[in-house]
């Protein structure tokens, strides 16, 4: 009896984030083809003349749209940034997919620390190695660790959502270092998503390569760079032995 207690106790657990691998499976393979530009291209009469009638209820639609596509790792991130910028403008449109991946971001992180975070977690800490320094190193260094990593996405937008969860992030510091470190590169695709109008009239795609031209991604690497300084100058200052 205690042995199935545990079991069932374990499944509890894990039974969201099986529930998000599932849903992304099957998203991965249905949705795939109207989670897309052309998707966008193909119904943007629809899509406008119905914002028009019913913006409210449109934009609310959009951010519960938008919030299951990252909380549930679907296909169409992008094409989600660049339809809340079409729909809405830089303003409120980036307001509107920052708030909403900030929301999914958050949701898959509590389903990966409630089924696997709390386990793994303490089998790092009970463990004596390069991946229990490395982790004691983010720890340490949190909030400037994570905001960089969010402006310079080198790992991809899933890959950020669960490995502060398998050790140990506290959730306030990843839902605002995921907040605004996303914010930069969010509004940029927000306003390549408000230009999307004179786009369609010349039968174009849009410049999505436009993040790393180097007056935008010279700035972004600046930024991220400076974030990291209090890590840098606390490093120089214990390996020389200074208060």
Do not use: C
Request: charged share 15%; net charge positive.
């Amino acid at each position: 009896m205690p042995h199935r207690a545990v079991l069932f106790s374990a499944l509890r657990q894990r039974l969201p984030l099986m529930v998000i691998a599932l849903v992304a499976v099957i998203g991965a393979v249905t949705l795939r083809d109207y989670l897309s530009f052309e998707a966008l291209r193909d119904n943007r009469a629809a899509l406008i003349g119905f914002r028009d009638a019913n913006f409210a209820l449109t934009a609310l639609i959009f951010v519960l749209t938008y919030i299951a596509i990252v909380a549930f790792s679907l296909p169409g991130a992008t094409a989600a940034t660049l339809t809340g910028g079409f729909l809405f403008g830089v303003f409120p449109g980036a307001l509107f997919n920052i708030g909403a991946a900030t929301i999914g971001a958050v949701l898959i992180f509590l389903a990966v620390r409630a089924g696997f975070g709390r386990a793994m977690s303490a089998k790092i800490d009970a463990s004596d190695g390069r991946i229990k320094r490395l982790t004691d190193a983010i720890r340490a260094n949190e909030a400037p660790v994570l905001f960089s990593l969010r402006l310079m996405p080198v790992l991809p937008f899933f890959v950020m959502n669960v490995l502060p969860a398998l050790i140990g992030v506290r959730l306030q510091v990843f839902a605002l270092t995921t907040f605004f470190g996303i914010m930069p590169g969010g509004v940029i695709y927000t306003w390549v998503g408000a230009g999307l109008g004179e786009v369609f009239a010349r039968d174009e795609t849009p410049d999505l390569g436009i993040i790393f031209e180097p007056h935008i991604l010279g700035p972004l690497v600046g930024l991220a760079a400076l974030s990291l300084m209090p890590v840098i100058i606390k490093q120089f200052r214990d390996r020389k032995g200074m208060p």
